[in-house]
C-alpha cells in the first residue's frame, strides 16, 4: 500500500490537483473568450440588420444606392476601408477604439447591403438568412470541436477568395450571369470552410493572449473575421438561390 505521508506521493498529488485547477481554469477562460467572440459577432450582425432594414424604408435610398453620385461609392467602399484599418492597426490601436471601429464597420455595412431589400423578395433574404445561421452554427461548431487540424486548408482558402475577387471583378465587364452563378456558388464553399479554419484559428490564439492586454482586441478580431464569413456565406448563397423582386 502506497504510503499517503510519503512527501514524494503527496508532492505527486498537489502536482497533479495544479495542472487539473489550471486545466480548469484555462478552458473556463478559453469558453468566456470564445463567448466574447460570438456575441460580438452576432451583435454586429443584428445591428447591420437592423441598419439596412431601416435605411431601405427610407424613401431615398433607392437614389442614394443606385443613382449616380459619390456618395453610393462611399457606402460601398466604407467597410473595406473600416476592415483594413482593424486589420493593419490593430496592434496601434487600444481596445475601445478597436470596438468603436467594429461597431461603425457593422453600421457602415449595413447601409451597404440595404441594396438587397431591392433586389431579392423580402421571403428570401429571410428564409437565406436562417439557412446561412444553420450552417454557420454548424460550421463553427466542427471547428471549435474537430481534433484535425485545420491550418493546411487556410492557404488554399486565402487562395480561393484572391481568385473569386479576380472573377467578380472580371465579370463587372462581362456581365455573366452563368459566370455569376459559378462565382456565388465557389463563394458558398469558400466562406464555409473558412467558418470551420477561422473558429479553430480563433480557438488556438487564446493560449497566447490569455491574460495579456491583447485579448480584448483579438476578440474583436476574432469577432470580425466570423462575421465577414457569415455575411459572405449569406450574400453568395442569397445570389445563387434567392429570388429576385
Known sequence: MANWSDPQVRGSAQATGTVGTRDVAFDAGLRSYMLSVYNYMASGVLLTGVVALLFAQWEGAPAVLFGPGILKWVIMLSPLAFVMVLSFGINRLSTGAAQALFWAFSVVMGLSMASIFFVFTGTSIATTFFAT?????????????????????????????????????????????????????????????????????????????????????????????????????????????????
Open 133 to 245: 445561421a444553420a450552417a454557420f452554427v454548424s460550421l463553427s461548431l466542427y471547428g471549435y470541436t474537430t481534433k484535425r487540424d485545420l491550418s493546411g486548408f487556410g492557404t488554399f482558402l486565402i487562395m480561393g477568395v484572391v481568385g473569386l475577387i479576380v472573377a467578380m471583378l472580371l465579370n463587372l465587364w462581362l456581365q455573366s450571369s452563368a459566370l455569376q452563378l459559378v462565382i456565388s456558388a465557389i463563394g458558398v464553399l469558400l466562406f464555409a470552410g473558412l467558418t470551420a479554419y477561422d473558429t479553430q484559428r480563433i480557438k488556438s490564439m487564446y493560449a497566447y493572449v490569455a491574460g495579456t492586454d491583447m485579448i480584448g482586441k483579438t476578440v474583436i478580431m476574432g469577432a470580425l473575421s466570423l462575421y465577414l464569413d457569415f455575411i459572405n456565406m449569406f450574400q453568395f448563397l442569397l445570389s445563387f438561390l434567392g429570388n429576385r423582386e
